[in-house]
């Protein structure tokens, strides 16, 4: 599925690939995942980048998780591994609030796999470049 803006992202959306395209990007742009209680054990999505970089502009692309039952979003849901190919150390937490795929640093091919247990998402993650993905905690 191309994303080219903000996507509220649905339990029924499970095993979908975002293809990220940021040219269009005027602003920062939010797509959100199911609570874990939603989504579910075994739910799964994956974003990949798909244009040369994100967004030359400097726009960022961010994903968070929405509350039960709710649009607002709730922290401390995602556990996340992230290789960073430039030889990095990568990116790594346990109790992570959201990410953000910075739009002017993550070029294309950078990936990430969201895994959920039915209580936490675990990422999965690779991109080129130290500083693609920031980790809010």
Known sequence: VLTTTATEIQPAACGTVFML??????ANVTH????????????WCKFIVK??????????????VRAAGASTFVDN???IQIHE???AA???????????????????GGQLEFLCDGNKYYVLGSVAADGAITVDT
């Open 21 to 26: 395209d940021g040219t269009d990007y005027s």
């Open 32 to 43: 959100s995942l199911p609570h874990p209680s939603e989504a579910g054990a075994g739910w």
């Open 51 to 64: 244009t040369a970089v994100l967004d030359a502009g400097g726009d960022d692309c961010l994903i968070k």
């Open 77 to 79: 849901l995602m556990v």
């Open 85 to 87: 190919t430039a030889g």
């Open 90 to 108: 990568g990116l790594q937490d346990v109790d992570a609030d959201f990410l953000t795929l910075v739009g002017e640093t993550i070029v294309g």
